[in-house]
Structures are given as C-alpha cells and as structure tokens.
C-alpha cells in the first residue's frame, strides 16, 4: 500500500548548523509530496510541495527535490534558526483520492542558541 | 479570510458524555477532514468529506459520528466519550491536494 517513512526524531541541533530530515514513501502512480509544519500549540500548515519527479520545492529556505528513482523527498535547510523548531511532517497525495493525504509521524526539531 | 475555525480550543469530558467540535471554513473548499494526534502516532483520519451532504469513513471511525449539511461547516460528534479519545483534534479543509489545517481542539476525557 501507500505509505510514508520518516527519520525518527528528535533531532537537537545548534544555530546555524544544516539540517537533513529524511522522508521516503512507497505509492501507485505520481503522488504529490508535502512538507508540512506544525509550530507548538498550532495545527499543521504546508511548508512546500512539488508536484512531479525532479521538482523540486522551496520556502523559508527550506528545500525539498521529489526523487522518484530514490522514492524520497528529504527536507534540508542550510542554516536553521531557534525559530524553526517544531515538528515537521512529510506527506503524500493518495494516488486513489488525490484531495487525501498519507502522513509521515513527524520528526521534532529542537535548535538551540 | 479566517480560513479553518475550531471551538473549543479545550475540553474536559466524562466519561459517557457527549460533545460536538465544532469547524468552519470560509475558503469553499469541498473536502475536508477530521484529524487525531496523539503522541509517537502521527494523524490519523477520521472521517472526511468530499462535499455536503457526503462523508466517509477515514482510518479510526469508531466512536465518531459526523455530518455536513454545508460546505462552511463540518462538525464531528462524540456520543459517549472514552478515555482513550483524549487527544488533539484537527480539522482541515483541502483544495488541490493542499491541506489547511485549524488551531485544534485538545479534549481530555476522565
């Protein structure tokens, strides 16, 4: 079936140091990826996406390239900030209902000063 | 545009008590959903809503009910509320295969 996997967390990095978290699904067909954000105490909201092989998607210096051939779409930014601590969940567009979603469990990122 | 409302934003529950959440949406969007967080298991769909009037099932219905009778609301109905429905309740509307997500409902049933 169609499913997403996430790095574990939490990851605890310092200020200004590059962040990796990896993301690789199994699905049917040419899903959308997500990346989504979930600040504390607020509902999710969608950092970036890309629609079709080799897009790749950006925002708030965050990027994120689909790989079809590696089925991952791993998130990384160059130089993160205390600010970008939150819990970061990966999706997928299901192939069967494109309007639904396949959700990763989220992987916590604390920075530190 | 407020985009997706949820009230309560908290809820303290008996055992056996009833309850709605209440959610609203002022973007049109057709689909939506109800979305569970609970700590170490991500979210986990509910129930959702392709338009009014049509609902379905998602991964962990039981315990829910919900309805729609517009496209603006969807709320979802707790009829005897169980320990284990404590948890962060999100609601989402979608347009384009993109979520938007409300502040969420943090209900605790004792």
């Known amino acids: 079936g169609n499913s997403v996997t996430q790095m574990e967390g939490p990851v605890t990095l310092s200020e200004e140091a590059f962040l990796t978290i990896n993301c690789t699904y199994t699905a049917t067909g040419y899903p959308s990826l997500f990346w989504y954000v979930q600040y504390p105490g607020e509902g999710l909201q969608l950092l970036l996406k890309?629609?079709?092989a080799d897009d790749k998607g950006s925002n708030k210096g965050f990027e994120a390239t689909y790989r079809k051939e590696t089925t991952s779409f791993h998130l990384e930014k160059g130089s993160v900030q205390v600010s970008d601590s939150a819990v970061y969940f990966c999706?997928?567009?299901?192939?069967?209902?494109?309007?639904?979603?396949?959700w990763g469990l989220g992987t916590s990122l604390a920075v530190n000063p | 545009n407020a985009g997706v409302t949820q009230t309560p934003k908290f809820q303290v529950l008996k055992t056996g008590q009833s309850m709605t959440l209440q959610c609203a949406q002022d973007m049109n969007h057709e689909y939506m959903s109800w979305y569970r967080q609970d700590p170490g298991m991500g979210l986990r769909l509910i129930h959702y809503s392709v338009g009014a009037g049509i609902t379905d099932q998602g991964e962990v219905p039981n315990g829910y009910n919900v309805s729609r009778s517009t496209t603006e609301d969807f709320p979802l109905r707790l009829l005897s509320a169980a320990p284990s429905q404590t948890s962060v309740y999100f609601c989402a509307s979608s347009y384009l295969g993109e979520q938007y997500f409300g502040p969420g409902t943090r209900l605790t049933v004792t």
């Open positions: 999706a997928l567009s299901d192939p069967g209902n494109n309007r639904k979603l396949i």
């Open positions: 890309a629609t079709k």
